[in-house]
């Protein structure tokens, strides 16, 4: 089906209008928690810009294991319908500083609890039942992306469509994150789409040592009760429960296919200081994550294809990308909306931004990195 041309059954919406698609569950395998059809904003390049650079943004929204965590959890987190497009930082179109601004927008609602990575079954707790089908999600709304892009080029550019002409930013914000990383390779592999960068905001995916984001992915596995059937969903060279694990273990296992082309990148956006991760991934306190990310960064550093840019504003910030510090999150001199879009405008020349900052003082425990910063 990838390879076939676009499905006639697309239509192409008009450029630069905000569009909400709906993929009916029974055409398309995707499903919302509640077990509704999943839907997603999509807003074309306008008229005069090239509609094959695409921003795609996954929502965050927490996730949920158990019955009582699920039931406890606000109906809106398991539907789409009523989700619009986020207007600010990188998905902005009327911000003139924005290096995006006149690009393609889609933005994937977090309906799913599952981190963007459910394998299409249900779990069915006493207290609710939850469908988690959130790989099927990314992926069925990609391939309608990718259906409208190449009809699009089709009808409006002599050279038409070709796999390698779409240049990506793969984005996603706290479990959104998640879902950047983990789909990833479906995206470079399936896809075909080879110039894409992914770009996981505030979503690092740390194991804490004990029962952390590991055993997750260990209860996640499984296509058997309680499990989500993740396993067919992840990278083939990284198949184990501790391939969960983000900023590390996954990322290791993905920089040797890396730079392909130079945007196939993975490029990590996090403040130092973030309760939400230190609380959803169950570190035992601030100094422990700050820590867990210091020596993971200088273990991966320089391997092929990974950067981060990781502040260390003392104040806990949870999501850079679609809000005010975009504009005011600034490493060394660079600003993040300047240092992501000059990651896409020349990849080959990406660095890493890394600040050590007052940490050390500010939460007592906190060690300085144990190795020289850029």
Known sequence: MLDCGPRAAVPVPARGVNTQIVLPSAVW????????DYAFR????????????????????????????CAAKSADLFEAMSDGLPSNGMMSSTDATNPFKDWTKVSLPY????????????????????????ALNVRAA?????????????????????????IVVF???????????????WMLDDLGW?????????????????????????????????????????????????????FGNLEVATAPRLLGTPYQQMLHVSNQIDTTQV????????????????????????LPGLHSF?????????????????DSAIIDGTILRDWLGDAMANPAGVTDRTQEGTLVVDYPGVLAFPCTLP
């Open 29 to 36: 395998g995707s499903r919302c928690g509640d077990g509704s």
């Open 42 to 69: 999509m807003k074309l390049a306008p008229t005069g810009s090239p509609v094959e650079k695409i921003v795609v943004h996954m929502g965050g929204g927490g996730v949920c294991v158990g019955g009582p965590d």
């Open 111 to 134: 309906c799913t609890q599952d981190l963007h990575i459910g394998g299409g079954v249900p779990t069915a707790y006493p207290e609710i039942t939850v469908y988690r089908h959130g």
């Open 142 to 166: 990609m391939q309608y992306l990718r259906d409208v892009i190449w009809a699009e080029l089709q009808a409006s550019d002599p050279a038409g469509y070709r796999a390698d002409r779409p």
């Open 171 to 185: 984005s996603g914000s706290s479990a959104g994150g998640y879902g950047a990383a983990y789909n990833y390779h």
């Open 194 to 246: 080879v110039n894409t960068t992914a770009v996981p905001d505030a979503g690092l995916g740390m194991d804490n040592g004990s029962f952390g984001v590991i055993a997750l992915g260990s209860i996640g596995l499984p296509a058997e009760y309680p499990g989500w059937n993740v396993l067919p969903f992840l990278p083939p060279y990284c198949k184990t429960a501790d391939c969960t694990e983000i």
């Open 279 to 302: 609380s959803t991934t169950l570190f035992p306190s601030i100094p422990a994550f700050v820590n867990t990310l210091r020596s993971t960064y200088c273990d991966i550093r320089g």
């Open 310 to 326: 990781l502040r260390a504003a003392s104040t806990p910030i949870h999501g850079e990308l679609n809000n005010g510090n975009w």
